[in-house]
């Protein structure tokens, strides 16, 4: 079984610039890319779970998001750096699906590519509270960037850490 890192994309691996769907709009965010190779050298699948509300809000097609996640990819290569699987909720913030994080419907489509995940060993990243939530659910453990969209006093369990960045997360997951 393979311990998985699940990353959330816009505001973790890029700039969130608000429903980021074209490729110029693209900016990494400070030192992603040697967070991105830390962990992989440390032994974990690089997996990215995303929500892309955007596309259930009509606001982007589905064909623009995979054009950024393939620029994505392909800059990431050149660095030795493999996102093994990702995974996006399409769905509108107000639907019912099982996909949208907190709910862990994603990890299907990632085990589909990845195979068995080591979810104990395993670590969920991101920069909003379902992200964590979605952590929690599968069992690993996780780590919070601190963002805009949050507060500690809206946390009703604490992650395992709270950092700046997915460095600084890095830094932690790989002393852990």
Same mark, same amino acid.
């Given at each position: 079984m393979q311990p998985v890192i699940f990353l959330d994309r816009d505001g973790v691996i890029n700039v969130d610039h608000g429903y980021v769907h074209r490729v110029e709009d693209w900016e990494f965010t400070p030192q992603a890319v040697e967070a991105l190779q830390m962990l992989q050298q440390y032994g974990f %699948?690089?997996?990215?779970?995303?929500?892309? =509300?955007?596309?259930? *809000? *009509?606001? /982007?097609? %589905?064909a623009d998001m995979h054009a950024v996640n393939r620029h994505m990819v392909n800059l990431l290569a050149p660095h030795g750096i493999t996102i093994a699987a990702i995974a996006f909720c399409p769905h509108r913030r107000d639907g019912d699906c099982t996909c949208r994080k907190p709910?862990?419907?994603?990890?299907?489509?990632?085990?589909?590519?990845?195979?068995?995940?080591? /979810?104990?060993? =395993?670590? =969920?990243?991101?920069?909003k509270l379902a992200d964590i939530e979605f952590g929690r659910a599968l069992g690993t453990h996780r780590a919070l960037i601190r963002s805009r969209y949050w507060q500690e006093s809206d946390l009703k369990e604490k992650p395992d850490c709270i950092v700046n960045s997915?460095?600084? %997360?890095?830094?932690?997951i790989t002393q852990h």
């Open positions: %699948a690089l997996a990215i779970a995303t929500n892309q =509300s955007g596309i259930g *809000h *009509h606001r /982007y097609p %589905a709910k862990t419907g994603m990890t299907e489509q990632i085990e589909r590519q990845l195979g068995p995940i080591d /979810y104990p060993r =395993s670590w =969920s990243v991101g920069d997915l460095f600084e %997360a890095a830094k932690i």
